[in-house]
Structure formats: structure tokens, C-alpha cells
């Protein structure tokens, strides 16, 4: 069974910075590209990052381009966000997904095929 643990969430005053963690079992990490992508309340699902099963491929989405850096450990099966600078605007419900590496990873939900339960993201302003 495929499970998809996020950690890290929680309160943080504008400008201020937090890591998220998602850990990952019940499937052959190295074989899937991870995403995270969150949610806000009355939003649509948005991508946010996402990275290649090697890591050397990354990307991300404008809103957070400069702010925000994923990164894996394949050998901990881990994927990591860490988010600096943050904006009341990044509040939402932060998930973590994989997508088969042959798929295109980088930029829709559709690819992804399992999920985390998800963690909140709150900055204050």
C-alpha cells in the first residue's frame, strides 16, 4: 500500500520561512518525479514544484519561483519543500504527490497518481 506522510506545516508570520517533508512508501521512489501542489480555501488545486526521480530536473511555478526549493533523498525516500519569504498569499493546504517519471511531471495534477493527506500552511500578515 502507497503511503504519502507531509510534515512541517503550520504558522508562520509573513516573511518567515518553513520546511515540509513528505515521506514516502509502498512504491519504488526512485521510478517516480514528486510534486507538491497546494490548495486554498475557495482555490482550485495548484501546482507548486515538482522534481525528477534523479533530482537533477526541477521546477517550479511563478508564484514561487525564488522563494521556494524542492529536493529528495532518494536513499530516504523523502522530498522536501523548503519556503522562504512567505507571502498570507502562500496559505493553503500544502500536498505532496508522484507521478511515474515518464510522465510530464511539471506543470498539471493529472499525472499524479497517488497523494498525500496534506498539511496547512498558515502566514500571517
Known amino acids: 500500500q502507497v503511503h504519502l506522510v507531509e510534515s512541517g506545516g503550520g504558522l508562520v508570520q509573513a516573511g518567515g520561512s518553513l520546511r515540509l517533508s513528505c515521506a514516502v512508501s509502498?512504491?519504488?521512489?526512485?521510478?517516480?518525479?514528486m510534486g507538491w501542489f497546494r490548495q486554498a480555501p475557495g482555490k482550485e488545486r495548484e501546482f507548486v514544484s515538482g522534481?525528477?526521480?534523479?533530482?537533477?530536473?526541477?521546477h517550479y511555478a511563478d508564484s514561487v519561483k525564488g522563494r521556494f526549493t524542492i529536493s529528495r533523498v532518494n536513499a530516504e525516500n523523502t522530498v522536501s519543500l523548503q519556503m522562504n519569504s512567505l507571502k498570507p498569499e502562500d496559505t493553503a493546504v500544502y500536498y505532496c504527490?508522484?507521478?511515474?517519471?515518464?510522465?510530464?511531471?511539471?506543470?498539471?495534477?493529472?499525472?499524479?497518481?497517488?497523494w498525500g493527506q496534506g498539511t496547512l500552511v498558515t502566514v500571517s500578515s
Open positions: 504527490a508522484a507521478a511515474p517519471y515518464t510522465e510530464d511531471w511539471r506543470h498539471s495534477a493529472d499525472p499524479y497518481d497517488y
Open positions: 509502498g512504491l519504488l521512489f526512485r521510478h517516480y518525479a
Open positions: 522534481i525528477s526521480w534523479s533530482g537533477g530536473t526541477t
